[in-house]
């Protein structure tokens, strides 16, 4: 069986990698000169399917629970298991009750289990809510180490090719998120940013809850930390604006001061691929599958989905998520 991906997002990557370990044949084409600098290269890399249920279906649940599993088995070592704490100042404490309630598998923190949790914000936070089993990795370093992965399986890469003759391939798989020509597709911008202080130190992602600004700020390498995101329903995948930057670093300064002087290392926006109801599609037509529309549950759904993909290529009867959604539809 020989197939191409296109696209070396994190969808195209963990397809890539599911396909090969059942034998297949895959080449992997990406327009981009390199992996990476795309809306997978900006996300947080949160694995946190209970928290994402705030705002999301029960099968952001359902699937996204294994993807920390997916990710150790497949790169040891890049899977930080210390779970995610969310807080809200006191003035905001119906935002962590409203949070508490649309969730689950949670437990309650006093003043005394914040600061056991994570000391430099010892006394800040009356309250908050820990989801000790989630995860998180860092995207760049986990896309960089799946491709070598990849790659060491024997799976071709051709970057900078805008098309990929499919002569000679047995299906394709299209993972070009927002690039895709489905017109059900919309975009989601999400806009990030990368600070450096070593006045804090955090030992798991932390979310803040606002009723205008909510944020998360997830720590990575070298006193490095991420801030995001914003989700404005726009085309528009232009440079961060003055107005999203003020309220990021307004938020991260609500939960730590020495964030105020910490110094901005990389700004980045990006469209998120989304359908109407924000879940992700593996979807067939001929030869070619589709699969796109994560939203902003990239990392955490993609392993769910690869496998899904594989296993339509691999089982001629399976039915596709679109044709699921149809009869779901006219029952």
């Not at 197939?3 to 990557?13: E, I, Q, S, W």
């Not at 080449?27 to 928290?51: D, Q």
């Not at 993609?302 to 993909?309: N, Y």
Request: glycine fraction near 8%; include cysteine; proline fraction near 5%.
């Amino acid at each position: 069986m020989r197939v191409l991906v296109k696209g070396a997002g994190v969808a195209g990557l963990t397809v890539a990698y599911e396909l090969a370990s059942r034998g297949a044949a895959v080449t992997v084409c990406e327009v981009r000169p390199e992996i990476g600098h795309n809306a997978s290269w900006l996300a947080g890399g949160m694995l946190a399917p209970w928290c994402e249920r705030e705002s999301a279906e029960r099968a952001v649940v359902t699937l996204g629970s294994g993807a920390a599993d997916w990710w150790e088995a497949v790169l040891p070592g890049h899977v930080a298991r210390t779970g995610t704490l969310v807080l809200a100042h006191a003035r905001d404490a119906p935002e962590l009750a409203r949070f508490s309630a649309r969730t689950e598998n949670h437990r309650r923190l006093s003043v005394e289990d914040i600061a056991n949790l994570e000391p430099d914000l010892a006394g800040r936070f009356r309250h908050g809510l820990l989801f000790a089993e989630e995860a998180h990795l860092d995207p760049r370093r986990a896309m960089e180490a799946l491709a070598r992965e990849l790659n060491a399986k024997g799976i071709a890469f051709r970057f900078g090719d805008e098309q990929v003759s499919p002569s000679g391939f047995d299906r394709i798989i299209d993972c070009t998120g927002i690039a895709s020509p489905d017109p059900d597709l919309r975009g989601v911008r999400g806009e990030m940013l990368i600070l450096r202080t070593r006045e804090i130190a955090l030992t798991r992602p932390v979310r803040l809850l606002h009723p205008r600004h909510p944020i998360y700020i997830v720590p990575r390498a070298d006193h490095h930390f991420m801030v995001g995101a914003t989700m404005i329903e726009t085309d528009n995948d232009g440079p961060v604006t003055a107005r999203s930057l003020m309220e990021l670093l307004n938020t991260a300064y609500a939960l730590h001061p020495a964030f105020g002087e910490a110094e901005i290392t990389e700004m980045g926006a990006a469209l998120r691929p989304a359908y109407r109801d924000n879940f992700p599609r593996v979807s067939s037509c001929g030869a070619t599958i589709t699969v796109n529309g994560f939203h902003r549950h990239g990392f955490l759904l993609a392993p769910a989905m690869a496998r899904r993909a594989a296993d339509l290529v691999f089982n001629s009867d399976m039915e596709s998520d679109n044709e699921i959604d149809r009869q779901r539809r006219s029952a």
